[in-house]
Protein backbone atom coordinates (compact mmCIF):
# COMPACT_ATOMS: atom_id res chain seq x y z
CA UNK A 1 0.00 0.00 0.00
CA UNK A 2 1.60 3.29 -1.28
CA UNK A 3 5.08 2.20 -1.06
CA UNK A 4 7.75 4.44 -1.86
CA UNK A 5 11.25 4.14 -1.52
CA UNK A 6 14.46 7.15 -1.53
CA UNK A 7 17.67 6.18 -1.91
CA UNK A 8 20.33 9.35 -1.02
CA UNK A 9 22.48 9.94 -3.23
CA UNK A 10 24.36 12.86 -2.61
CA UNK A 11 25.21 14.12 0.73
CA UNK A 12 26.85 17.53 2.29
CA UNK A 13 30.08 17.58 4.36
CA UNK A 14 28.30 16.12 7.47
CA UNK A 15 27.56 13.38 5.45
CA UNK A 16 24.22 14.20 5.78
CA UNK A 17 21.94 13.42 2.41
CA UNK A 18 21.48 16.54 0.12
CA UNK A 19 19.39 14.36 -2.86
CA UNK A 20 17.34 11.11 -3.14
CA UNK A 21 16.84 8.91 -5.97
CA UNK A 22 12.98 7.76 -6.17
CA UNK A 23 13.01 4.10 -6.81
CA UNK A 24 9.33 3.55 -6.49
CA UNK A 25 6.82 6.06 -6.20
CA UNK A 26 3.35 5.54 -4.23
CA UNK A 27 3.02 1.81 -5.35
CA UNK A 28 -0.01 -0.44 -4.72
CA UNK A 29 -1.05 -3.58 -5.37
CA UNK A 30 -2.44 -7.03 -3.98
CA UNK A 31 -1.63 -9.94 -5.03
CA UNK A 32 -4.11 -13.16 -4.62
CA UNK A 33 -3.16 -16.15 -2.65
CA UNK A 34 -2.02 -18.87 -5.24
CA UNK A 35 -1.73 -16.64 -8.22
CA UNK A 36 1.00 -15.54 -10.43
CA UNK A 37 1.63 -11.93 -10.19
CA UNK A 38 4.21 -10.56 -12.29
CA UNK A 39 6.17 -7.14 -12.22
CA UNK A 40 7.38 -5.90 -15.47
CA UNK A 41 9.94 -2.82 -16.87
CA UNK A 42 13.15 -2.25 -18.08
CA UNK A 43 16.03 -1.82 -15.60
CA UNK A 44 15.59 1.38 -13.39
CA UNK A 45 11.78 0.96 -13.28
CA UNK A 46 12.10 0.32 -9.26
CA UNK A 47 10.76 -3.37 -9.75
CA UNK A 48 13.60 -4.90 -8.12
CA UNK A 49 13.77 -2.50 -5.42
CA UNK A 50 9.91 -3.47 -5.09
CA UNK A 51 10.79 -7.07 -4.44
CA UNK A 52 14.04 -6.02 -1.98
CA UNK A 53 11.30 -4.21 0.20
CA UNK A 54 8.65 -7.23 0.17
CA UNK A 55 11.61 -9.46 1.24
CA UNK A 56 12.86 -6.94 3.94
CA UNK A 57 16.11 -6.15 2.30
CA UNK A 58 14.96 -2.54 1.96
CA UNK A 59 12.88 -0.53 4.63
CA UNK A 60 10.26 1.64 2.40
CA UNK A 61 10.49 5.04 2.86
CA UNK A 62 6.47 5.43 3.00
CA UNK A 63 3.74 2.66 2.78
CA UNK A 64 2.75 -0.56 4.17
CA UNK A 65 2.58 -4.42 4.02
CA UNK A 66 0.12 -6.48 4.66
CA UNK A 67 1.10 -10.28 4.49
CA UNK A 68 -1.91 -12.42 5.22
CA UNK A 69 -3.93 -10.38 7.26
CA UNK A 70 -1.26 -8.79 9.61
CA UNK A 71 1.16 -5.84 9.36
CA UNK A 72 4.52 -7.24 7.90
CA UNK A 73 7.37 -5.20 10.03
CA UNK A 74 10.80 -5.59 10.54
CA UNK A 75 13.67 -7.35 8.31
CA UNK A 76 12.64 -10.66 6.93
CA UNK A 77 9.99 -13.35 7.48
CA UNK A 78 10.55 -17.30 6.76
CA UNK A 79 6.93 -17.13 4.75
CA UNK A 80 8.30 -14.66 2.81
CA UNK A 81 11.38 -16.25 0.24
CA UNK A 82 13.79 -14.40 -3.06
CA UNK A 83 14.59 -16.33 -5.58
CA UNK A 84 17.36 -14.80 -6.87
CA UNK A 85 18.26 -13.95 -11.11
CA UNK A 86 21.79 -15.11 -10.21
CA UNK A 87 22.74 -18.41 -8.26
CA UNK A 88 25.80 -17.56 -7.75
CA UNK A 89 24.97 -14.68 -5.36
CA UNK A 90 22.98 -16.82 -3.30
CA UNK A 91 25.04 -19.42 -2.51
CA UNK A 92 28.30 -19.52 -1.17
CA UNK A 93 31.18 -21.09 -3.35
CA UNK A 94 32.97 -22.19 -0.08
CA UNK A 95 29.78 -24.33 1.03
CA UNK A 96 28.21 -27.83 0.17
CA UNK A 97 24.83 -27.84 -1.52
CA UNK A 98 23.94 -29.62 1.95
CA UNK A 99 25.14 -26.66 4.16
CA UNK A 100 22.88 -24.08 1.70
CA UNK A 101 20.08 -25.83 1.75
CA UNK A 102 19.97 -26.26 5.28
CA UNK A 103 21.09 -23.24 6.40
CA UNK A 104 18.13 -21.64 6.90
CA UNK A 105 16.20 -24.32 9.06
CA UNK A 106 19.43 -24.15 11.34
CA UNK A 107 19.12 -19.97 11.91
CA UNK A 108 15.45 -20.66 12.37
CA UNK A 109 16.56 -23.44 14.48
CA UNK A 110 13.87 -25.62 13.19
CA UNK A 111 14.42 -29.48 13.53
CA UNK A 112 17.19 -31.57 15.07
CA UNK A 113 20.13 -32.53 13.07
CA UNK A 114 18.19 -35.85 11.64
CA UNK A 115 15.09 -33.86 10.99
CA UNK A 116 17.01 -31.36 9.40
CA UNK A 117 18.65 -33.75 7.13
CA UNK A 118 15.14 -35.58 5.83
CA UNK A 119 13.45 -31.94 5.21
CA UNK A 120 16.16 -31.15 2.86
CA UNK A 121 16.08 -34.91 1.55
CA UNK A 122 12.95 -33.99 0.69
CA UNK A 123 12.80 -30.88 -0.69
CA UNK A 124 15.99 -31.99 -3.13
CA UNK A 125 13.36 -34.29 -4.26
CA UNK A 126 11.28 -31.46 -4.99
CA UNK A 127 13.43 -29.88 -6.90
CA UNK A 128 14.17 -32.72 -9.16
CA UNK A 129 18.06 -33.33 -8.31
CA UNK A 130 19.65 -36.14 -6.83
CA UNK A 131 21.29 -36.82 -3.28
CA UNK A 132 24.83 -36.90 -4.55
CA UNK A 133 24.55 -33.13 -5.00
CA UNK A 134 24.65 -32.82 -1.53
CA UNK A 135 28.59 -33.26 -0.77
CA UNK A 136 29.04 -31.00 -4.05
CA UNK A 137 29.98 -27.21 -4.50
CA UNK A 138 28.39 -24.96 -6.62
CA UNK A 139 31.09 -24.90 -9.04
CA UNK A 140 30.25 -28.36 -9.51
CA UNK A 141 27.38 -27.74 -10.45
CA UNK A 142 25.06 -26.60 -13.63
CA UNK A 143 23.67 -23.69 -14.14
CA UNK A 144 20.14 -25.11 -13.56
CA UNK A 145 21.28 -27.48 -10.99
CA UNK A 146 22.64 -23.81 -8.82
CA UNK A 147 19.06 -22.33 -9.85
CA UNK A 148 17.59 -25.58 -8.38
CA UNK A 149 19.38 -25.66 -5.32
CA UNK A 150 18.68 -22.13 -5.02
CA UNK A 151 14.78 -22.74 -5.41
CA UNK A 152 15.62 -25.66 -2.80
CA UNK A 153 17.17 -22.98 -0.22
CA UNK A 154 13.77 -21.08 -0.04
CA UNK A 155 11.77 -23.86 0.01
CA UNK A 156 12.71 -25.82 2.86
CA UNK A 157 11.34 -22.82 5.07
CA UNK A 158 8.18 -23.86 3.70
CA UNK A 159 6.92 -20.18 2.47
CA UNK A 160 4.05 -19.31 1.26
CA UNK A 161 5.47 -16.54 -0.67
CA UNK A 162 8.11 -16.74 -3.59
CA UNK A 163 9.41 -13.46 -4.80
CA UNK A 164 11.30 -14.26 -8.69
CA UNK A 165 13.59 -11.92 -9.33
CA UNK A 166 14.73 -12.82 -12.96
CA UNK A 167 15.09 -16.74 -11.90
CA UNK A 168 16.30 -17.99 -15.48
CA UNK A 169 17.55 -14.67 -17.19
CA UNK A 170 21.40 -16.05 -16.02
CA UNK A 171 20.46 -19.48 -17.35
CA UNK A 172 20.94 -21.23 -21.07
CA UNK A 173 17.66 -20.69 -23.07
CA UNK A 174 17.74 -24.35 -23.17
CA UNK A 175 17.55 -24.51 -19.10
CA UNK A 176 15.43 -21.54 -19.17
CA UNK A 177 11.86 -23.99 -19.95
CA UNK A 178 12.71 -26.59 -17.33
CA UNK A 179 13.46 -24.19 -14.54
CA UNK A 180 10.01 -22.54 -15.35
CA UNK A 181 8.20 -25.75 -15.43
CA UNK A 182 9.79 -26.75 -12.14
CA UNK A 183 8.45 -23.45 -10.81
CA UNK A 184 5.33 -24.23 -12.17
CA UNK A 185 4.77 -27.75 -10.58
CA UNK A 186 6.35 -26.53 -7.05
CA UNK A 187 3.39 -23.88 -7.21
CA UNK A 188 0.95 -26.52 -7.26
CA UNK A 189 2.68 -29.00 -4.96
CA UNK A 190 3.61 -26.33 -2.07
CA UNK A 191 0.78 -24.21 -2.67
CA UNK A 192 2.66 -21.10 -3.66
CA UNK A 193 2.06 -17.35 -4.39
CA UNK A 194 4.82 -16.26 -7.31
CA UNK A 195 5.67 -12.86 -7.31
CA UNK A 196 7.72 -12.78 -10.33
CA UNK A 197 10.03 -9.88 -11.37
CA UNK A 198 10.97 -10.04 -15.28
CA UNK A 199 11.97 -8.47 -18.47
CA UNK A 200 10.19 -11.44 -20.28
CA UNK A 201 6.89 -10.77 -21.64
CA UNK A 202 6.45 -14.28 -23.13
CA UNK A 203 6.71 -15.74 -19.46
CA UNK A 204 4.47 -12.70 -18.09
CA UNK A 205 2.05 -14.14 -20.47
CA UNK A 206 2.34 -17.84 -20.19
CA UNK A 207 2.77 -18.04 -16.00
CA UNK A 208 1.03 -15.16 -14.48
CA UNK A 209 -2.51 -13.99 -13.76
CA UNK A 210 -2.28 -10.26 -12.82
CA UNK A 211 0.54 -7.96 -14.69
CA UNK A 212 1.67 -4.57 -13.29
CA UNK A 213 4.21 -2.33 -15.51
CA UNK A 214 6.36 -0.26 -13.95
CA UNK A 215 8.54 2.62 -15.47
CA UNK A 216 10.84 4.92 -13.50
CA UNK A 217 9.22 3.90 -10.20
CA UNK A 218 5.12 3.86 -11.24
CA UNK A 219 3.10 1.87 -11.92
CA UNK A 220 1.96 2.41 -15.57
CA UNK A 221 -0.64 -0.13 -15.80
CA UNK A 222 -1.84 -3.19 -13.96
CA UNK A 223 -4.58 -5.46 -14.79
CA UNK A 224 -5.14 -9.72 -15.88
CA UNK A 225 -1.96 -10.51 -17.71
CA UNK A 226 -4.00 -11.70 -21.10
CA UNK A 227 -6.17 -8.53 -21.42
CA UNK A 228 -2.64 -6.40 -20.81
CA UNK A 229 -1.24 -8.62 -23.63
CA UNK A 230 -4.19 -8.62 -25.72
CA UNK A 231 -4.56 -4.92 -25.28
CA UNK A 232 -2.39 -3.39 -23.84
CA UNK A 233 -3.61 0.52 -23.05
CA UNK A 234 -0.51 2.37 -21.86
CA UNK A 235 1.60 3.39 -24.73
CA UNK A 236 4.77 1.76 -23.17
CA UNK A 237 2.77 -1.37 -22.29
CA UNK A 238 1.77 -1.29 -26.30
CA UNK A 239 5.65 -0.94 -27.17
CA UNK A 240 6.78 -4.02 -24.49
CA UNK A 241 4.10 -5.94 -25.85
CA UNK A 242 5.28 -5.10 -29.78
CA UNK A 243 8.85 -5.96 -28.73
CA UNK A 244 7.44 -9.64 -27.85
CA UNK A 245 9.90 -11.45 -29.72
CA UNK A 246 7.77 -14.28 -32.04
CA UNK A 247 8.53 -18.15 -32.34
CA UNK A 248 11.60 -19.12 -33.51
CA UNK A 249 13.72 -16.01 -33.00
CA UNK A 250 15.64 -15.23 -30.25
CA UNK A 251 14.66 -13.71 -27.21
CA UNK A 252 16.83 -10.82 -26.77
CA UNK A 253 15.60 -10.10 -23.30
CA UNK A 254 15.91 -6.74 -24.63
CA UNK A 255 12.69 -4.26 -25.65
CA UNK A 256 13.14 -2.51 -29.01
CA UNK A 257 11.67 0.66 -27.68
CA UNK A 258 13.14 4.09 -28.91
CA UNK A 259 15.42 5.82 -27.10
CA UNK A 260 17.02 5.52 -23.37
CA UNK A 261 15.13 5.04 -20.08
CA UNK A 262 15.51 8.44 -18.73
CA UNK A 263 18.11 8.84 -15.65
CA UNK A 264 15.96 7.99 -12.05
CA UNK A 265 17.61 11.14 -11.05
CA UNK A 266 16.42 13.26 -13.41
CA UNK A 267 12.89 12.33 -14.50
CA UNK A 268 10.93 14.02 -17.03
CA UNK A 269 8.49 16.23 -15.50
CA UNK A 270 4.65 14.92 -15.90
CA UNK A 271 4.23 12.15 -17.41
CA UNK A 272 7.77 9.81 -16.75
CA UNK A 273 7.39 8.35 -20.28
CA UNK A 274 6.49 11.58 -22.01
CA UNK A 275 10.56 11.23 -24.33
CA UNK A 276 9.81 8.04 -25.91
CA UNK A 277 6.25 8.31 -26.53
CA UNK A 278 4.96 8.35 -29.74
CA UNK A 279 1.57 9.62 -28.74
CA UNK A 280 2.89 12.59 -26.29
CA UNK A 281 0.61 15.90 -26.05
CA UNK A 282 0.55 19.46 -24.33
CA UNK A 283 -1.49 17.81 -21.05
CA UNK A 284 1.69 14.90 -20.73
CA UNK A 285 3.09 18.21 -19.25
CA UNK A 286 1.03 17.29 -16.01
CA UNK A 287 1.77 14.24 -14.17
CA UNK A 288 -1.27 11.61 -15.33
CA UNK A 289 -2.99 10.04 -12.22
CA UNK A 290 -3.45 6.26 -11.76
CA UNK A 291 -7.08 5.57 -13.02
CA UNK A 292 -9.68 2.73 -13.17
CA UNK A 293 -10.24 2.08 -16.57
CA UNK A 294 -12.08 -1.05 -18.13
CA UNK A 295 -11.40 -3.22 -15.16
CA UNK A 296 -7.44 -2.34 -15.25
CA UNK A 297 -5.38 0.39 -13.95
CA UNK A 298 -3.71 2.69 -16.58
CA UNK A 299 -1.94 5.92 -15.96
CA UNK A 300 -1.94 7.68 -19.41
CA UNK A 301 -3.81 11.21 -20.48
CA UNK A 302 -5.38 9.31 -23.32
CA UNK A 303 -7.34 7.74 -21.17
CA UNK A 304 -10.17 9.45 -18.50
CA UNK A 305 -12.34 7.52 -16.05
CA UNK A 306 -15.76 7.17 -16.69
FE1 LIG B 1 2.26 9.18 -23.66
FE2 LIG B 1 1.09 11.32 -22.61
FE3 LIG B 1 0.13 8.90 -22.09
FE4 LIG B 1 2.45 9.71 -21.05
S1 LIG B 1 0.43 10.56 -20.63
S2 LIG B 1 2.03 7.74 -21.97
S3 LIG B 1 3.29 10.91 -22.71
S4 LIG B 1 0.20 9.92 -24.07
MG1 LIG C 1 16.81 -5.93 -11.44
Known amino acids: ENLSKDFPVEFDVFG ?3 KFLRAVQDVSFTVEENTVFSIVGESGSGKSTIARILCGIHKPTTGSIQFMGTALKGSGH ?9 PDSSLDPRKTVLFSIEEGLRIQKMGSKEERRKLVLEILKAVRLTEDVLSKYPHQLSGGQKQRVAIARCLVLRPKLLILDEPTSALDVSVQAQILNLLMELKREFALTYILITHDLKVVYHLSDHTMVMYLGQVMEMGETERIIQDPLHPYTKALVAAIPTAGTDNLND ?5 EIPSP ?3 PKG ?8 FAFSKCDEKPPLIDFRGRKVRCHLYAEV
Open 271 to 278: CPFKTRCD
Open 78 to 86: REIQMVFQD
Open 255 to 259: FSLKG
Open 16 to 18: RPV
Open 265 to 267: LNP
